[in-house]
């Protein structure tokens, strides 16, 4: 009964260091989310995927890039680690709901990430 | 920015109290939900509430949403100790995105 798994849960980088945050879900659902909470922030959205091989942008993009090859997972990356990425990432997952979009979130435990 | 803010954002009270917790959006939605965050965890799932619900009860929590206000409730009746937490409302649009609001930090005293 796995639900939402993130690897890696904690993670030190070095300015410019490149990382891969892996997500995966097995209850079959069709979105994909990636979040950041910082302390005072809530959560924002980085990037969504409404079905395997699609992703979009969400409130903040910049810095970061997904891919969702499988249904099952979804890949958020770093390409040059920057101290402003400094975060917890959360990873979450949802059924489609059919009258109104967005149903209930499935989030993993998160990925406390340092950027040096 | 975000869309929902919730307030307070800190609330401290006695075991056996009720609690409640206030969310205000900006534009117009599809449904509002409502998690709770442990320290350290992941966020949790509380409630759903549509756009064309008005109030929506599970267990000890009740939610309201009033749309031409924009706005929403948390009641949490009969605290416990256990209940100490962050609260996030969330607020869902078309397009598929969930936008969360900063919180609000519960404390139930024993």
């Known amino acids: 009964n796995a639900g939402v798994t993130q690897t890696p849960k904690f993670r030190v980088l070095k300015t410019g260091q490149s990382m891969t945050l892996l997500c995966a879900q097995d209850?079959?659902?069709?979105?994909m989310y990636w979040y950041r909470q910082d302390p005072g922030m809530g959560l924002r959205l980085i990037h969504y995927?409404?079905?395997?091989?699609?992703?979009a942008k969400g409130e903040v993009p910049d810095g970061y890039n997904v891919s969702r090859l499988k249904k099952q997972n979804f890949l958020l990356g770093l390409e040059s680690a920057a101290p402003s990425q400094t975060s917890v990432y959360f990873c979450?997952?949802?059924?489609?709901?059919?009258?109104?979009?967005?149903?209930?979130?499935?989030f993993g435990e998160g990925s406390r990430l340092t950027v040096l | 920015s975000q869309q929902g803010e919730e307030d307070p954002q800190a609330l401290s009270i006695q075991e056996g109290e009720n609690a409640t917790m206030n969310c205000s959006y900006k534009?117009?939605?599809?449904?509002l939900q409502w998690y709770r965050q442990n320290s350290g965890r992941g966020l949790v799932h509380l409630i759903l509430?549509?756009?064309?619900?008005r109030e929506k009860h599970s267990g000890r929590l009740r939610v309201t949403l009033d749309t031409s206000k924009k706005s929403s409730s948390l009641l949490i009746t009969a605290s416990r100790a256990a209940d100490t937490a962050s609260y996030f409302c969330?607020?869902?649009?078309?397009?598929?995105?969930?936008?969360f609001g900063g919180g609000t930090r519960l404390m139930v005293k024993p």
């Open positions: 209850m079959n659902h069709e979105y």
């Open positions: 969330a607020t869902g649009h078309a397009g598929n995105m969930l936008t």
């Open positions: 534009t117009s939605i599809n449904n």
């Open positions: 995927s409404v079905g395997e091989g699609t992703t």
């Open positions: 509430i549509r756009s064309n619900e």
């Open positions: 979450a997952s949802s059924y489609r709901d059919r009258e109104q979009g967005t149903g209930e979130l499935f």
